[in-house]
């Protein structure tokens, strides 16, 4: 017979393993070409077959945007591969999904969005206990000189640590 405390400790390491966050898939053309100014965190509308693949990792979100139609946030050209055992009609791979954020969070992402220069992105998708959830973070496209200083300053924090390290 277990005690009161023993029965404690192992349902919160249950609850503890279930809260990790473990990422599917990380947009990095995205973190390289915009500017983030905010981030959020979106629930994705899937269906059965689609989330067994996202489980497996047969994701991509490079290229992919997300755009308001209808007053619902949708995810664009967000790559999920079908899963193998699917059945006969497998959902479309390339299919706008919808985003599930609140009203206020959605009312604040439009009129962002209707400023100049401003876009929504995906940065990574995964899973938050059973749910699959996609960061989106509100974007400003960085200028061409802007991304060669970036890889300017990481070349030289590169040869800085190398130097320290006297692994050179």
């Keep these: 017979m277990k005690s009161k405390t023993e029965r404690k400790t192992k349902k919160a390491a249950q609850a503890k393993k279930g809260s990790e966050n473990k ?3 990380v ?3 995205a973190i390289f070409d915009y500017f983030f100014i905010e981030s959020f965190e979106a ?3 899937l269906e059965g077959s689609e989330v067994k693949a996202v489980k497996a990792g047969d994701v991509s979100l490079r290229d992919s945007f997300c755009h308001f139609e ?3 946030l949708e995810l664009k050209n ?3 591969s079908p899963y193998a055992n699917s059945g006969v009609f497998p959902p479309d ?3 706008s999904r919808r985003l599930l954020l609140h009203k206020t969070q959605l009312d604040r992402l439009a009129t962002k969005t209707a400023e100049k220069g401003f876009t929504i992105v995906p940065v990574k998708m995964y899973f938050k206990g059973r749910f699959v959830k996609v960061e989106i973070a509100l974007a400003k496209g960085k ?3 802007e991304k060669k200083n970036v890889i300017k300053e990481r070349d030289i924090s590169r040869t800085a640590e190398r130097e320290l390290h ?3």
Excluded: L, Q
Aim: proline share 4%; glycine share 12%; with cysteine.
């Design 23 to 25: 990422v599917v898939a």
């Design 27 to 29: 947009n990095k053309k």
């Design 43 to 45: 629930g994705i509308t």
């Design 70 to 72: 209808n007053g619902n």
């Design 78 to 80: 967000c790559r999920i």
């Design 93 to 95: 791979p390339e299919r």
């Design 143 to 145: 200028k061409n000189y």
């Design 166 to 168: 006297g692994a050179y």
